[in-house]
């Protein structure tokens, strides 16, 4: 029913082209703008540099699948883009097809300029350019795995961003990438949503790191329209049996956590941590966009900023794990359900956690953890989404399944695994139906992102006392100007402001000394929370 809805509203606002009632294989859409712009110079009877676009069958479609298969995982002729890595069409990954690349003439600007020992861009004929959509086109065919079968993405949608125009996820163009020397950058998608869409894709990605490295930060950057955003590891052999590109279905085992963020999150792991990466490691990208416009369809992508240290920096190896209740069952009656799940085992010892993040869907109306207790009750209550920050104790609650907050400890908080935690999430459905565990942001969930060691980080012996000081503000209350003093640092890595809602307001990275000075002169009088590197205080405005 969504889906027939969703079509009606591209043809109604969009005025889309009108197409044969079994749209062609994405293949052969890509083959027909080989044919009409490309075929000059590239057809079967003397194909230029070797590259025949034109194909040979009885049919076009079978002329399509041809030139595919001389296309995909094959090496291209021009050398120095083989020895780059480079294939002439690679399975869901742009950047590394030569192809794309020679056309891409700007259309995706994180993908540098043609290298001279790569020849010219194509085609080269000013009298037959690519249109932005045209480029288009290839670009979704190769994300989504450039397969010679089937329609791999709704090319009505595309058109209709291209033709008519639509919102993007970063409308100002691509965040920066991390300076030459401190890491790299990850771009998952572009996808395409039609208006009140919704997807959630998985895409292997191959990293082919030329060494060994530890991760110290992941700047995750996704649009406000980003249901969430998960970065997982395969192990041993699992991503051989995983194929290229975009994909609906999850497909995976042997799969670690790497990270997992529902807005955007600069995780800026504490010092002496950090995550290791083997150089052969392949990542599997989980992206889940919605379209909250009816009018509009919508570009979604995300970018990770991964800053990379030498291997043997950090004293502890960060870990991530997904700690899921599936077992939710919610009626639609309007009552307030409740369900607890706990989380131990015997043997494991103390774990040092960093991080705690709950996750649930529209219905959910709070998630909290407490340290369990050798009798299994409930202990210390140590997280509470319904509270900036995450910290339990704000005097007015207020939950945001959207916006649920992310917990830190620095130093990190031993938690004795023998007894565990105990996560426990509430719902109100009002809804047209009851609901269970699911993906879609239909149905409901359960899940605590857990991010933790399992040793803990000894503290730099010339400052172990003053790294535990309390945050130093003032004048506190302020009417307007005031000097935060993060005791014991050289620098303050990560700073956040927030309201009693829970909204952030002002948020800071990498301040380059221990002391600053805000101006808080525009907020109203009130109460405040802040986070610097973990350590948390409170602010009073007072004109």
Known sequence: ??????????????????????????????????????????????????????????????????????????????????????????????????????????????????HAE?????????????????????????????KTTGVSFDKSVVESFYNVGG????????????????????????????????????????LSLPANIEVNRMEMLISGYSHHFIVYNFEGTGANAVPHGLRLNANHDQINLVAAVQEQTDLHLPQGTAFRWEKDITLDLNAHYINYSLLLPYQCEVYVNVYTQPVGTAQQQMY????????????????LITYSKPEFQFGAGTLYVWGLMGHTH?????Y????????????????????????????????????????????????????????????????????????????????????????????????????????????????GAIRITVPGVAEVRRFGLFDLTGRQLLSRNDIPSNAFELDLGLLPNGIYVFNADGRTGKIVVEH
């Open 1 to 114: 029913m969504k889906n027939n809805l969703l079509l009606l509203l591209s043809v109604i606002f969009f005025a889309a082209p009108l197409r044969a009632q079994t749209p062609l294989p994405s293949v052969q859409e890509v083959y027909q703008i080989f044919k009409n712009k490309c075929i000059t110079c590239h057809d079967h009877a003397s194909p230029e540099a070797g590259l025949d676009l034109e194909g040979t069958g009885s049919t076009e479609l079978l002329r399509a699948i041809n030139v595919a298969q001389k296309l995909v995982n094959v090496d291209p002729t021009n050398i120095f883009a083989g020895n780059s890595g480079l294939k002439r069409v690679y399975p869901g990954r742009p950047d590394r097809s030569f192809l794309f690349r020679k056309i891409n003439n700007g259309l995706e600007s994180t993908i540098a300029a043609l």
């Open 118 to 146: 790569e020849g010219e861009s194509m085609p080269q004929s000013p009298s037959t350019p690519l249109t932005n959509l045209e480029k288009e086109i290839i670009r979704q065919w190769i994300l989504f795995g450039a």
């Open 167 to 206: 919102q993007k996820s970063f409308p100002d163009g691509p965040p920066p990438p991390p300076a030459p020397g401190e890491g790299f950058q990850i771009k998952m998608g572009p996808f395409y949503l039609p208006p009140d869409g919704e997807l959630e894709y998985f895409q292997k990605y191959e």
């Open 320 to 335: 991530a794990t997904l700690l899921v209740n599936p077992f939710i069952p919610i009626p639609n009656n309007g009552n």
């Open 362 to 366: 529209k219905y959910g109306r709070s």
């Open 368 to 479: 909290k953890v407490w340290k369990r207790l050798a009798s299994g009750q409930k202990g210390e209550l140590i997280y509470d989404a319904s509270c900036p920050l995450g910290i339990p104790g704000c005097p007015t609650q207020f939950f945001d399944y959207q916006h649920i907050p992310l917990r830190y400890w620095e130093p990190l908080m031993p938690i004795n695994w023998n007894t565990g935690i105990i996560h426990e999430a509430s719902w109100v459905n009002e809804g047209p139906e009851s609901v269970a565990f699911g993906p879609t942001s239909d149905d409901e969930m359960m899940v605590l992102i857990a991010f933790y060691t399992l040793a803990p980080v000894t503290v730099d012996t010339e400052e172990p006392a003053e790294t535990a000081q309390q945050v130093l503000t003032s004048p506190n209350p302020t009417n």
